[in-house]
C-alpha cells in the first residue's frame, strides 16, 4: 500500500535547455482544466486502490510555482481531502525562485506543505543564464527569506554541477553561497545531456563545452567535503541533509517503496505495478476524461526486478542495503542470490560489507553505475 | 539432334560480354538487347522475371541471371543464338571474371563517352585479350553534353590498340546504336568452334547453391554433347555426378534436352558442395572422358586472412555453422580453427580479397546474428629460417623469434591507378607511404595519367582504394595483380594492454615505420578504449623492446546523479544499455576491448583522431 504521493505539474514560464521532463510552455495551456482533471484522477485512483495514510507527498514539475495562487491552491486543497496524512507527514513542493512570492508560499504552507524544494542549480549569474533559468542569483535568499517568513522550517536546495564551461572556482563558489543560507537539505546533481533538449542540439554539433569526468569528480568531491564540514550528512549519492532532516519522500524511491503518480508524465508503482501516465497534455487529458486513468504502460514488476531495483536504488543510500532487510523483503538471503557479485565488488573496493549490510565506498560513490549494473540479474 | 544439325546451330551461336567500368551503362545496355532479342517489352520482361520469382518460391530453383539465351534475327535473315554472359565486378573476383570471359568468343568494350577509359576497363581488356576474345569497343552515352566520343576513340584507339574505325558509337539509354551492336556481334564475334561428337568438354564459370537441387552449375559446352542422365565428372576434383537437369535462361530457366557445343547453360546434378565444382574446371563425361582439360583452371587461393572470433565465446559453435553455411555458396571461402590467448576459441579464414572478407563478416553478423572481433586482415608471409626452412605466416602472432629467421618476404602486386593530371601528386605520395616502388607512367592523352607501382599486397588491403578516392576526389580508378614475393624488412610488432600481450593485436609491420606505427596504434588504441576501473598503461614492443606507450586513465566518475525522481524504468534501462554495452567488449585479461579496437591496429593516419 503505497504511502507516498507524487504530483506533476507540467507547466513552466520558460524551458530549461537542459531540461528533458515532461514540460510545456505555460502560455495557453489549459491549465484549470488540467487541475481538474488531477483531482479525477486522484479521486480514481484512491478509489481503486486506496490507502491508510501517506506520509509524504511531493508536487513536481515542471514549474508548480508557474501556477497562480488560486490554481496551486486549489490542486493542493485536492490533495490534502483526498489522501490521509500521517501524522508526521512531509509534503515538499518545488519551487523556482523567480516565480515563487511571498502570496503562494504563505498559501501553500497554510494548506499544509511544510517542506520547500528551491532550484538553485548555481550562484554564478551568467551560467544561470547560459542554462535557461529564468531567475537571477539573488532571488534564491530571497525565496529562501521569504519561506521562512511564510513558516517553514525545512527547506532544501537543488544544485547542478557539471555545467557547461564551468569551472572548479565557480563551484566552490555557489557551494559557499549555499552553506550560508539557513537551510536543511541540499541536492546536488550532475547535468546529463539529453535528447530533445537545447543542449542536446548544441552538444551534438560540438558546440557545447563540458567540464569533463575529471573535472566534474573533482567537484563532486569538492561538493561532499564542503557540505560535510558545513554540518551536512551526505545520505544518499546526490543528497546532502542536516541531521533528521533527510527527505521521506525520496527515501521512498531508494527504499524501493511504493508511490501514486498523479498528472501528465508521472510514474507510479502501486500493488506490485509499475505504471506510467501519458505526457502530452491532450493525452492525458483525454484519457483521464473517458476511462478515468491516464496509463501508456503498465509492468507488474516480477520478484526478480523487484529485487534488481532493491539493490540498485537501495545501494545509492550511504546507508546501503541491509540484509535483515532483504530476507524481510524477499523472504531469501541477499548472499544467496548476489553472493559472487558483492565479493567481487568488496574486493574491487567498490562496495564494503559489515555484515548487516553492504555500502558503496568513497570510490565506489563515483563509480555507482559500475556497480549497479552488476546487480541486474536478467538476460535482456 | 543429328550431328550435323549441332554442327549448323553451332554455326549461329554467339557468346560475348560486356566490360565496363562500373557506371558506364553497362547494365542499361544490356537491357536494351534482352528488349530487342527476345522481342519482349519492357513489361513483359519484368513479368517474365516476377514469373521466374515465383517459380523460385515454388519449386525453390535459385535464378542468377548472369548467362541469358537469346534468339536474334539478325539483317542477313538468319536466326541467331545469343549466350550473354556476365561478368562480377571487382578486382577481388578478377579470376572469376576471366573464367567468364573464357566461356566468351567475343566482348563488347563499353567506354563512357564522357570519362574515357579506366583501371578496371582495361584490366579487363586485358583479360578478354588473353582469352582471345573479339572486343568490340563500343562508345557509350554519346548524347551526353559532355561527351567527347572522338577524343575516346582515339583513346581506344592509343591505349587498347584498336582502330578508331571499329568503335560504335551508342547511347544505351536512348537506344541509339543498339541495331549496330547487335549487327556487329553477328558479323565479328565468331561463333564457338569444338565437335560436337568430341568427349565432353565443359568449362564451370559459376555456380550456385540451391537448398533444394544442390548445387547448380553453370558452364559453357567447348566439345561434346551431355543429356539428362549422362554420368559426368570434374576433372580437378575428380568427383562424379548423375546429370539430372540441363537447361539456358531466357532469363527464365528453361529446361533443354541436351547442351552441345556454344551452348552456355545449367546443370542440375546432385551435388551438395560448391567446392565440388571449382570455377574454372572442366566437366567431363565419366564414361568417355576427355584426356585434357580445358586450359586456364586454377584454384583459387585466399590472399588475405584474418581471425573471426565470437565475442560472446558460447557463439563459437554457431559460428562454425555459419561458416560452414557460407562455404556451401562460396568455394574460396577458407577457414580453420585457430586459438588466441587473448580471444580464445575462432577461426582463421581466407579471403580473395578485402571486400570479400567484409562481405563474409556482414554475412555472419547479420545473416546469423553473431557478433565478430575481426582481427587486423594479414597476407601471407614466408619467413626464411636461419636453419633453411621455408615456413608460410597468416597469422602475426606466429610469427618466429627474430633471432631464428634470415629473412622474410611479403607478397607484391603490381598496381595500376589511372587518374586526371591534376591527382598525379596524390597518388604518388599515397604509393609511396604505402610503400610502393615507382615502375611506370603512361599519359593516356594530355589529361589522364596511368601510374604504376608495385606495392605490398598488405599495404593494399587495408585502406588503400578508401584512401586514393578521397585523395583524388573519386577520380582515380585502380586495379591491380599479385606479382610474387620480395624480401622485405619486416618485424612483428606487439601490443602489450596492462603489462600483458595481446597476441590478436599482433602486428607485422616494416622496420623503418614501426616506431611510428606503434606510436599511432597505441593513440588509437587509448582513444578506442573506454576508461576502465583502473589505469591501463598500452604499450607496442618489438620483441623486448617498448617502442611506444600510453595510458588510459582510470575511470574518475560514472554515477547517475540526474534527479529522476520515480522513474526507475529509465535508470534500469540505462544500467541494461550500460551492461549490453559491455557483452559486446572482449574482455581480454582484466581489460573491456571494444569490437573496432582490434582493427585499429590498421590505422595509418597520425589525423585519425576521434
Known amino acids: 500500500m503505497p504511502k507516498a504521493v507524487y504530483i506533476h505539474v507540467p507547466f513552466c514560464e520558460q524551458i530549461c535547455h537542459y531540461c528533458d521532463f515532461n514540460k510545456f510552455f505555460l502560455q495557453n495551456q489549459p491549465v484549470d482544466e488540467y487541475i481538474e482533471l488531477c483531482e479525477m484522477e486522484i479521486k480514481n485512483t484512491i478509489s481503486n486502490f486506496p490507502t491508510e495514510e501517506v506520509s509524504s507527498v511531493y508536487v513536481g514539475g515542471g514549474t508548480p510555482t508557474s501556477l497562480t495562487t488560486d490554481q496551486l491552491g486549489r490542486l493542493l486543497e485536492w490533495v490534502k481531502e483526498y489522501f490521509p496524512l500521517a501524522e508526521n507527514y512531509e509534503w515538499s513542493v518545488e519551487v523556482n525562485p523567480g516565480s515563487a512570492n511571498f502570496d503562494k508560499l504563505q498559501k501553500m504552507q497554510e494548506i499544509g506543505v511544510n517542506r520547500l524544494s528551491i532550484g538553485a542549480q548555481t550562484f554564478d549569474a551568467a551560467l544561470l543564464k547560459k542554462i535557461g533559468r529564468d531567475h537571477e542569483p539573488g532571488d534564491v535568499e530571497k525565496t529562501v527569506q521569504q519561506a521562512i517568513e511564510a513558516g517553514f522550517t525545512n527547506l532544501s536546495i537543488d544544485l547542478m554541477m557539471g555545467l557547461p564551461e564551468q569551472t572548479m572556482e565557480q563551484f566552490q563558489e555557489t557551494l559557499r553561497q549555499v552553506v550560508a543560507l539557513p537551510i536543511q537539505h541540499i541536492s546536488a546533481y550532475s547535468l546529463k545531456i539529453e535528447p530533445k533538449t537545447v543542449f542536446y542540439q548544441l552538444w551534438s554539433k560540438g558546440k557545447l563545452p563540458m567540464p569533463g569526468d575529471e573535472l566534474e569528480a573533482d567537484m563532486y568531491e569538492e561538493l561532499r567535503n564542503t557540505l560535510k564540514e558545513a554540518g551536512f550528512t551526505h545520505y544518499e549519492i546526490s543528497n546532502f541533509a542536516k541531521k533528521g532532516f533527510e527527505s521521506t519522500h525520496n527515501l521512498t524511491y531508494w527504499n524501493n517503496e511504493e508511490y501514486y503518480g498523479i498528472g501528465a508524465g508521472a510514474h507510479s508503482y502501486v500493488q506490485g505495478v509499475r505504471r506510467i501516465n501519458h505526457g502530452p497534455l491532450p493525452k492525458y487529458m483525454n484519457a483521464v476524461k473517458q476511462s478515468g486513468f491516464p496509463y501508456r504502460e503498465e509492468h507488474q514488476v516480477s520478484k526478480t526486478e523487484a529485487m534488481e531495483e532493491h539493490m540498485f536504488m537501495g545501494l545509492r543510500k550511504l546507508d546501503g542495503v541491509s540484509y535483515t532487510n532483504f530476507y524481510n523483503r524477499f523472504g531469501i538471503e541477499m548472499r544467496s542470490i548476489f553472493s559472487q557479485e558483492i565479493d567481487r565488488l568488496v574486493n574491487d573496493g567498490l562496495l564494503r560489507d559489515n555484515g548487516s549490510s553492504i555500502q558503496l565506498t568513497d570510490h565506489g560513490l563515483l563509480l555507482g553505475n559500475e556497480v549497479f549494473e552488476k546487480f541486474l540479474l536478467k538476460e535482456q | ?610
Open chain 2, 1 to 610: 539432334m543429328k550431328h550435323e544439325d549441332r554442327v549448323k546451330r553451332r554455326e549461329k551461336i554467339r557468346n560475348f560480354s560486356i566490360i565496363a567500368h562500373i557506371d558506364h551503362g553497362k547494365s542499361t545496355l544490356a537491357d536494351r538487347i534482352l528488349e530487342k532479342t527476345s522481342a519482349l517489352t519492357q513489361r513483359e520482361m519484368k513479368e517474365q522475371m516476377l514469373d521466374a520469382m515465383d517459380l523460385e518460391r515454388e519449386r525453390g530453383i535459385t535464378i542468377k541471371l548472369n548467362a541469358v539465351q537469346l534468339k536474334y534475327k539478325a539483317n542477313d535473315g538468319e536466326e541467331y543464338i545469343f549466350h550473354l554472359i556476365d561478368t562480377p565486378g571487382h578486382v577481388d573476383f578478377t579470376y572469376e571474371v576471366s573464367r567468364s570471359l573464357a566461356a566468351c568468343e567475343g566482348a563488347l568494350l563499353i567506354v563512357d563517352a564522357a570519362q574515357g577509359i579506366e583501371a578496371q576497363t582495361l584490366a579487363n581488356v586485358y583479360l578478354a585479350l588473353d582469352n582471345d576474345l573479339e572486343i568490340l569497343p563500343v562508345i557509350n552515352k554519346i548524347d551526353l553534353p559532355s561527351a567527347e566520343p572522338e577524343r575516346v576513340k582515339q583513346e581506344v584507339e592509343d591505349v587498347i590498340g584498336l582502330p578508331q574505325e571499329d568503335c560504335l558509337l551508342a547511347s544505351a539509354k536512348s537506344g541509339i546504336g543498339i541495331e549496330e551492336i547487335l549487327e556487329a556481334i553477328v558479323d565479328k564475334v565468331p561463333p564457338p568452334d569444338g565437335d560436337p561428337a568430341a568427349p565432353l568438354k565443359a568449362m564451370i564459370f559459376d555456380s550456385l547453391y540451391d537448398p533444394y537441387r544442390g548445387v547448380i552449375v553453370y558452364m559453357k559446352v567447348v566439345e561434346g554433347t551431355v543429356k539428362p542422365g549422362d554420368k559426368v565428372k570434374m576433372m580437378a576434383t575428380g568427383k562424379e555426378f548423375e546429370v539430372q537437369e540441363l537447361g539456358v535462361f531466357t532469363p527464365k530457366p528453361d529446361k533443354r534436352d541436351e547442351l552441345t557445343v556454344g551452348d552456355v547453360g545449367f546443370m542440375v546434378a546432385a551435388i551438395k558442395n560448391v567446392g565440388d565444382t571449382q570455377v574454372g574446371d572442366t566437366v567431363t563425361s565419366a564414361e568417355n572422358p576427355t584426356d585434357e582439360p580445358l586450359p586456364g583452371y586454377r584454384k583459387l587461393n585466399p590472399m588475405v586472412f584474418c581471425g573471426l572470433y565470437p565475442v560472446d565465446t558460447n557463439d563459437y559453435n554457431d559460428l562454425r555453422e555459419a561458416l560452414e553455411k557460407l562455404e556451401l555458396n562460396d568455394a574460396s571461402l577458407q577457414y580453420e580453427p585457430e586459438t588466441s590467448q587473448a580471444l580464445g576459441f575462432g577461426f582463421r579464414c581466407g579471403f580473395l580479397g578485402l571486400l570479400h572478407m567484409e562481405i563474409i563478416q556482414e554475412r555472419i553478423e547479420r545473416e546469423f546474428n553473431i557478433d565478430l572481433i575481426t582481427t587486423a586482415p594479414s597476407v601471407i608471409y614466408q619467413v626464411h629460417l636461419t636453419d633453411g626452412e621455408l615456413i608460410r605466416i597468416d597469422n602475426p602472432s606466429n610469427m618466429p623469434d627474430a633471432q631464428k629467421i634470415e629473412y622474410v618476404e611479403e607478397p607484391y602486386v603490381k598496381a595500376q591507378v589511372m587518374v586526371p593530371n591534376d591527382y598525379v601528386g596524390a597518388v604518388m605520395e599515397l604509393c609511396q607511404k604505402k610503400r610502393g616502388d615507382y615502375l611506370d607512367m603512361q599519359y593516356m592523352d594530355e589529361n589522364r595519367v596511368n601510374i604504376i607501382y608495385e606495392i605490398p599486397l598488405s599495404e593494399i588491403v587495408f585502406d588503400f582504394f578508401d584512401t586514393l578516392k578521397s585523395n583524388t576526389k573519386g577520380y582515380a580508378s585502380f586495379d591491380y595483380e599479385m606479382i610474387g614475393y620480395k624480401e622485405s624488412r619486416l618485424v612483428k610488432m606487439d601490443i602489450l594492454l596492462n603489462a600483458e600481450q595481446i597476441d590478436a593485436l599482433s602486428i607485422i609491420v616494416h622496420r623503418d615505420s614501426a616506431y611510428q606505427r606503434g606510436k599511432i596504434i597505441v593513440e588509437k588504441l587509448k582513444q578506442l578504449i573506454p576508461r576502465q576501473q583502473f589505469e591501463v598503461p598500452v604499450q607496442a614492443s618489438i620483441g623486448q623492446k617498448i617502442i611506444a606507450r600510453s595510458t588510459i586513465k582510470a575511470m574518475r566518475k560514472n554515477v547517475l546523479a540526474k534527479c529522476y525522481g520515480g522513474d526507475i524504468s529509465r535508470k534500469r534501462k540505462l544500467l541494461e544499455k550500460q551492461k549490453e554495452g559491455k557483452k559486446r567488449m572482449k574482455s581480454v585479461g582484466s581489460v573491456d576491448v571494444p569490437q573496432e579496437a582490434f582493427m585499429s591496429v590498421l590505422s595509418m593516419d597520425e589525423g585519425d583522431k576521434k
